[in-house]
């Protein structure tokens, strides 16, 4: 059993609006260590198909106290839309109104998918609330890793399909488009025009500063029907640094064979709520 | 900037709680409207457009409400449970709300399903208020199909596949079971409801209506249905209106989309009601 209340907060002059998940029995195992949901991609605190709401109430099922919410310029929040990389000082704000919301609350368990994964590991560090960290297909697109990627499972892979050579002989493929594509990625792939703007360095890396900032343990979750995970895999394979993180005995890895980006069948974001759960126990 | 409010708060409601947000102008309102959502991931897709606009309009003195319906955004339940007609009675709950908590006179605002759930509340309850309508849908049967083709694409089958997969589903939707759909699951009872759903306006309705819509192309005009809805209503003496405007649309997009040209033609709207009173 839960409560819920919803409640707004400043961020910087802005309002942002949250729900927080409360467990009926406050004696519950857990109850002192909350979860954040850090929302990514182009969606609002509820999450595709309710994912995020599904969650939270879950984990109040469980004992566990959860909160979900908009940042600036996204869902019912005021202000600019901004992307994942300016939302810090979002994060902040929502850590400190959940401990205001909950008071017996004494760590905070960031949970983050795709480029809310991306946010969480760039705001690590700082909080000394913050007591992991749970990243779901984390994004770490660059247009090296996406080109890469598109080579060896998409394009790749097509090659391999029937019913791609039968639309190709039907006519029904645009065959300078899809050679064009190829090129482009091959292109990327070998490093031309894959320079990082950001004078600080491309997000993959400074995602990994962020995690070697704390020693807080991580539990990452990847999908199996996601170019996005594929992204992830690719990005640890290829970088000796992140490679040792994942390896480290504070990092967790765990599969969902048969999941999508979004976790969008019910039996998969049902599995995703419990993997959550047992992972916040395991914390002691 | 006017100094607007934006509360956030759970309304009690039978099942557990419905999530509202409630943007307030400065001063007393001279006008209060009630969002109908849109239906699914649609609800998810126009969330910042609809944020955005509520701003506006509150900015011009209007009091809206916007309410997720049971099973829906934030509100209790799962969606799988909710039915068609629990969605009707959440309006009449905000209804009640705004009813009680100021003197102002009512309209109601809806986008794309929203539109059919007023037309039946409407309907339902012999109102007649002044409504503005975004990219109504005018047929629930259409909208149910375009939905349940989704469950065709996520799986990417091809044509054929697509077909056989549509007609499992109806088969489990006429045989009286659930159906789940691009993470919704559809109970028989919202399904019935949507299937028999169509605008309509009564004769005589005592309120006006304006329908706003959105389109991509360089000459926008309205849609063939909605044109003919127009025809139809006006013939039958109530007083509607149309315009198309230029735009993405933004309930569906990819990422997210907002389209300030139909947030102006909104205000220019709510300023003639002003102007009526």
């Known amino acids: 059993m839960h409560t819920e209340r919803a ?16 467990p009926a029995h406050a004696d519950a195992v857990a109850a002192h260590t909350g979860v954040l949901i850090v929302v990514g991609g182009p969606q609002y605190r509820v999450g595709s198909h309710r994912q995020f709401v599904m969650l939270a109430r879950f984990l109040a099922d469980n004992g566990v106290p959860c909160m979900r919410f908009d940042y600036r310029g996204m869902g019912d929040a005021s202000g600019e839309a901004r992307d994942f990389e300016a939302v810090s000082d979002d994060i902040e704000a929502a850590i400190a109104a959940f401990s205001r919301e909950v008071p017996g609350l004494r ?31 984390p994004w770490v697109r660059t247009a090296e890793t996406q080109a890469r990627t598109m080579l060896k499972h998409y394009y790749l892979q097509r090659l391999l399909d029937l019913r791609f050579w039968r639309k190709l002989l039907g006519g029904g493929v645009n065959l300078r488009g899809a050679l064009g594509g190829v090129k482009e990625a091959a292109g990327a792939a070998a490093g031309a025009g894959s320079v990082p703007s950001d004078r600080e360095g491309p997000v993959p ?22 170019y996005v995970a594929r992204e992830f895999e690719q990005c640890v394979v290829g970088d000796a640094e992140w490679g040792a993180f994942m390896a480290s005995g504070r990092c967790r890895v765990q599969h969902f064979a048969e999941a999508d980006h979004t976790f969008s069948a019910v039996a998969h974001s049902e599995g995703v709520a419990r993997a959550t759960l047992e992972w916040i126990c395991s914390l002691g | 900037m006017a100094a607007l409010r934006r509360e956030a708060f759970i309304l009690p409601g039978s099942g557990g709680g419905r999530f509202c947000v409630v943007t307030r102008p400065d001063g007393e309102p001279k006008g209060q409207l009630l969002l109908a959502p849109p239906f699914a991931e649609e609800l998810n897709k126009s969330r910042r457009m609809l944020a955005l606009a509520a701003e506006a309009f509150a900015e011009r003195g209007w009091l809206v409400l916007r309410i997720d319906l049971f099973g829906c955004g934030d509100s209790a339940g799962d969606f799988g449970d909710a039915g068609w007609g629990d969605w009707l009675d959440d309006l009449e709950l905000a209804h009640d709300w705004l009813a009680a908590n100021a003197g102002a006179p009512i309209g109601v605002w809806s986008l794309r399903a929203g539109g059919l759930l007023v037309s039946d509340w409407l309907a339902r309850s012999g109102r007649s208020l002044p409504w503005l309508a ?14 349940l083709r989704l469950k065709g694409v996520s799986e990417m089958l091809n ?40 605008l309509s306006l009564p004769p005589g309705y005592a309120a006006p209506v304006s329908i706003l819509e959105l389109s991509g192309q360089s000459e926008p005009s309205s849609s063939p249905a909605v044109r003919m809805l127009v025809e139809r209503t006006k013939a039958s003496g109530v007083s509607v209106d149309s315009a198309a405007i230029q735009g993405v649309s933004f309930w569906q997009t990819q990422e997210i989309e907002v389209s300030q040209p139909l947030i102006d033609a909104s205000c220019a709207v709510l300023g003639r009601w002003a102007h009526a009173h």
Not at chain 1, 205 to 226: A, E
Not at chain 2, 163 to 191: C, D, F, N, W
Request: hydrophobic share 45%; with cysteine; proline share 4%.
């Open chain 1, 7 to 22: 409640l707004v907060f400043d961020c910087r002059g802005e309002t942002l609006v949250g729900v927080v998940s409360v």
């Open chain 1, 107 to 137: 760590r905070v368990v960031l949970w983050g998918l795709c480029d809310g994964a991306s946010a969480i590991c760039l705001s690590l560090g700082g909080n000394p609330l913050v007591a992991g960290a749970v990243l779901l297909n």
């Open chain 1, 205 to 226: 890396k400074r995602m990994l500063r962020g995690l070697q900032r704390c020693d807080l343990p991580v539990v990452v979750f990847l999908s199996g029907r996601d």
């Open chain 2, 134 to 147: 975004w990219q109504p849908v005018t047929n629930g049967k259409q909208h149910l199909q375009q939905f």
């Open chain 2, 159 to 198: 044509e054929a596949d697509v077909k056989e997969t549509m007609s499992t589903l109806r088969a489990q939707i006429a045989a009286g079971q659930p159906v789940e759909v691009a993470g919704y699951t559809l109970s028989p009872a919202l399904v019935a409801g949507m299937d028999a759903a169509s």
